[in-house]
């Protein structure tokens, strides 16, 4: 079983449209973070969230932790073909010295022209 | 700019082998990870060391064992290797353990177990 859960795993949709990923776990978080990743290469952080509630907005990407900090989720506004890639939420647990990143299962985006 | 630097980049082991992953940062990071990557299941914590001197268990470390050589560097060991350690492995650091640090990656190594 997956600690993080994170919905949809695929979604194509056409330019202009907006979306919604959201990621999910019964485990409080110190932080949430969301990360892209392009093909061959490793993930790069987007945002991090910290206090429960909390919203963050980057360009046309909105992400929000939940009030428990247990969820999270990433909208993007108008989609553009450049926002296609792999979408991954990663939760740090804090464990013994302090916190381990645990990832969702991802969401890979395509935006169609 | 180093970052994260993950050697090799592509292997391919016949089944029972053994091979070491590499992994080395140069930003000073306390904490270093292994992940593996594979379709739908995004990317799954093997082993992680918080500081230099420590390792634990992740999810999925059965099949693995890892050194914290120094601060430095992190390698993954895969002692007799199996076809269901086919995957992409990743390596990351941050700057310490605990909320609101950024991992920071390397570019992967693609492993195929034959």
């Known amino acids: 079983t997956q600690l993080l859960e994170q919905s949809p795993q695929f979604l194509s949709i056409q330019e202009g449209e907006n979306l919604t990923v959201y990621c999910n776990s019964s485990?409080?978080?110190?932080?949430l973070q969301w990360y892209r990743q392009e093909p061959g290469e490793g993930p790069v952080l987007l945002v991090t969230?910290?206090?429960?509630?909390e919203v963050k907005k980057l360009k046309r990407l909105t992400f929000q932790f939940g009030d428990a900090r247990k969820d999270s989720s990433l909208h993007i506004t108008a989609a553009q073909p450049g926002d296609t890639g792999l979408y991954l939420c990663?939760?740090?647990?804090?464990?013994?010295?302090?916190?381990?990143?645990?990832f969702g299962q991802g969401t890979e985006l395509s935006v169609k022209p | 700019n180093a970052g994260v630097t993950q050697t090799p980049k592509f292997q391919v082991l016949k089944t029972g082998q053994s091979m070491t992953l590499q992994c080395a940062q140069d930003?000073?990071?306390?904490?270093m990870y292994w992940y593996r990557q594979d379709p739908g299941m995004g990317l799954r914590l093997i082993y992680y060391?918080?500081?230099?001197?420590?390792?634990d268990k992740g999810e999925v470390p059965n099949g693995y064992n890892v050194s914290r050589l120094n601060k430095r560097e992190f390698s993954l060991r895969l002692e007799s290797a199996a076809p269901s350690q086919t995957s992409v492995y990743f390596c990351?650091?941050?700057?310490?353990?605990?909320?609101?640090?950024?991992?920071?990656f390397g570019q992967g190594t693609r492993l195929t177990v034959v």
């Open positions: 990351a650091s941050s700057p310490m353990v605990a909320a609101n640090t950024e991992a920071f």
């Open positions: 485990s409080v978080f110190s932080s």
């Open positions: 969230v910290v206090t429960g509630g």
């Open positions: 990663a939760g740090e647990l804090i464990y013994n010295q302090g916190g381990k990143l645990i």
């Open positions: 930003m000073n990071h306390n904490s």
């Open positions: 060391s918080a500081s230099e001197g420590t390792t």
